[in-house]
């Protein structure tokens, strides 16, 4: 029997996180950055994409705490779930398979560990249509696959958000923990939290979890210090969607322009400051070219090089100087109206003193004319009436042009 395919919405109702870091293990190697980076993730998530994060440190970190976390998370079809674990990770070998486990501060073995296909079949029970997590820990067992084509930028986005996903992305498989590596983090957390601020991968518009996933592994799996290879990929169950950290659904430029915007060489910025004005110019998409004129702002203002500074101001002087001269020529047109209206007004009286005239010369021609002659001259006055009406109702028409 065929199963119906769930549409969502093309967005997120509500954005839940379960944060976890241990640095304290009772019977496993101690840790230096869990907690720290698992903090700065969750600091991150709050106060950057708005997440209503729970977290558990160290002895805060059992099995039936996290468990707990997913049995009663409320979630709505419409929301996005992400579990965030730093920390050690176990690989129990069965026969063929490889079964992973998350190490808690208590754990001395798998036995006594979080079984990640436990988490996964929490989650599964969820109604919200996204889940991801983010596994700074290294073992293995997660059967991860990739996903056949892709799809077209300009309708992905509602594309993504209206399908079911379940994605995961992992410090390795089962290599030794990179702690301190990076500093005050381990290198998965600290390129982790570089890609989230990357801007220019989400300069389609979008910040995929798949995105996240392939930066990671880049950026890891080339530091001269790593001993690990990042995994990821859509777990079992999954849909045709895609957790979103990042979204717009606003006109973007694309993805080329934005980069060499951002470039450390002055000429390439300059080469894009030109396409981004021919951008401003095009008449046929408003909405791009007022996204266009919005970054030259920023550009003639920030950019270190003044050359290039220059080059974006261009297009606003060139604009005052339009508008300058569109005022000048609405002030002459104004000017000659005026003109035209003296003039007009000059005519009529002109017009209805010669008409005055023409009436008192009839007047006193009528008055010469015998009585029996007499009966035909009201036909006069009626034409020379009829005639100055038609003069003024012209020159009444005139006036109005003009003003």
Not at 331 to 345: D, K, L, P
Not at 357 to 376: A, D, L, M, N, Q
Request: proline letters at 2%.
């Amino acid at each position: 029997m065929q199963m119906t395919r769930k549409i969502y919405s093309p967005t997120y109702s509500a954005s839940w996180a379960l944060v976890v870091g241990i640095d304290s293990y009772q019977h496993l190697p101690q840790l230096k950055t869990a907690v720290h980076g698992a903090r700065a993730v969750a600091c991150y998530l709050r106060n950057t994409l708005g997440f209503t994060v729970t977290e558990l440190y160290d002895t805060q970190t059992t099995r039936e705490a996290i468990l707990r976390w997913f049995g009663q998370l409320p979630t709505n079809p419409d929301d996005r779930v992400l579990f965030y674990f730093a920390g050690h990770g176990i690989t129990h070998d069965i026969k063929n398979r490889s079964k992973g486990f998350l190490a808690l501060a208590r754990s001395d073995g798998h036995w006594n560990s979080l079984a990640m296909d436990d988490v996964l079949d929490e989650a599964e029970a969820f109604k919200a249509k996204h889940v991801l997590y983010l596994l700074d820990a290294c073992f293995g067992g997660l059967a991860l696959r990739g996903r056949s084509g892709e799809f077209d930028v300009s309708r992905a986005i509602e594309y993504l958000l209206t399908r079911r996903a379940r994605y995961a992305i992992t410090a390795g498989g089962e290599e030794v923990v990179d702690d301190d590596a990076a500093g005050e983090y381990s290198l998965f957390t600290h390129f982790l939290l570089q890609a989230l601020n990357d801007k220019a991968l989400r300069a389609d518009g979008m910040l995929r979890a798949k995105e996240v996933g392939l930066y990671i592994e880049e950026k890891v799996s080339a530091h001269r210090r790593s001993r690990a290879l990042p995994n990821h990929g859509y777990l079992q169950g999954s849909g045709d969607g895609d957790f979103l950290f990042f979204w717009e659904t606003g006109p973007r430029l694309p993805n080329d322009l934005e980069m060499a915007l951002q470039s450390g060489v002055t000429e390439v910025r300059g080469g894009a400051v030109a396409a981004l004005i021919k951008r401003a110019r095009d008449k046929c998409n408003q909405d791009l070219s007022r996204l266009a004129r919005e970054r030259l702002e920023v550009i003639a203002c920030t950019d270190p090089s003044e050359q290039v500074r220059a080059a974006a101001q261009r297009i606003f002087e060139e604009d005052r100087e339009h508008r300058d001269k569109q005022e000048r020529a609405r002030r002459e047109i104004a000017e000659a109206h005026i003109v035209e209206t003296r003039r007009n007004r000059d005519r009529t009286a002109e017009i209805m003193l010669q008409a005055g005239e023409t009436i008192r010369h009839e007047r006193s021609s009528v008055e010469s004319v015998p009585g029996k002659h007499r009966r035909v001259v009201p036909w006069k006055r009626l034409g020379i009436l009829a005639l100055l009406i038609i003069v003024g109702i012209v020159i009444g028409k005139i006036m109005l042009v003009g003003w």
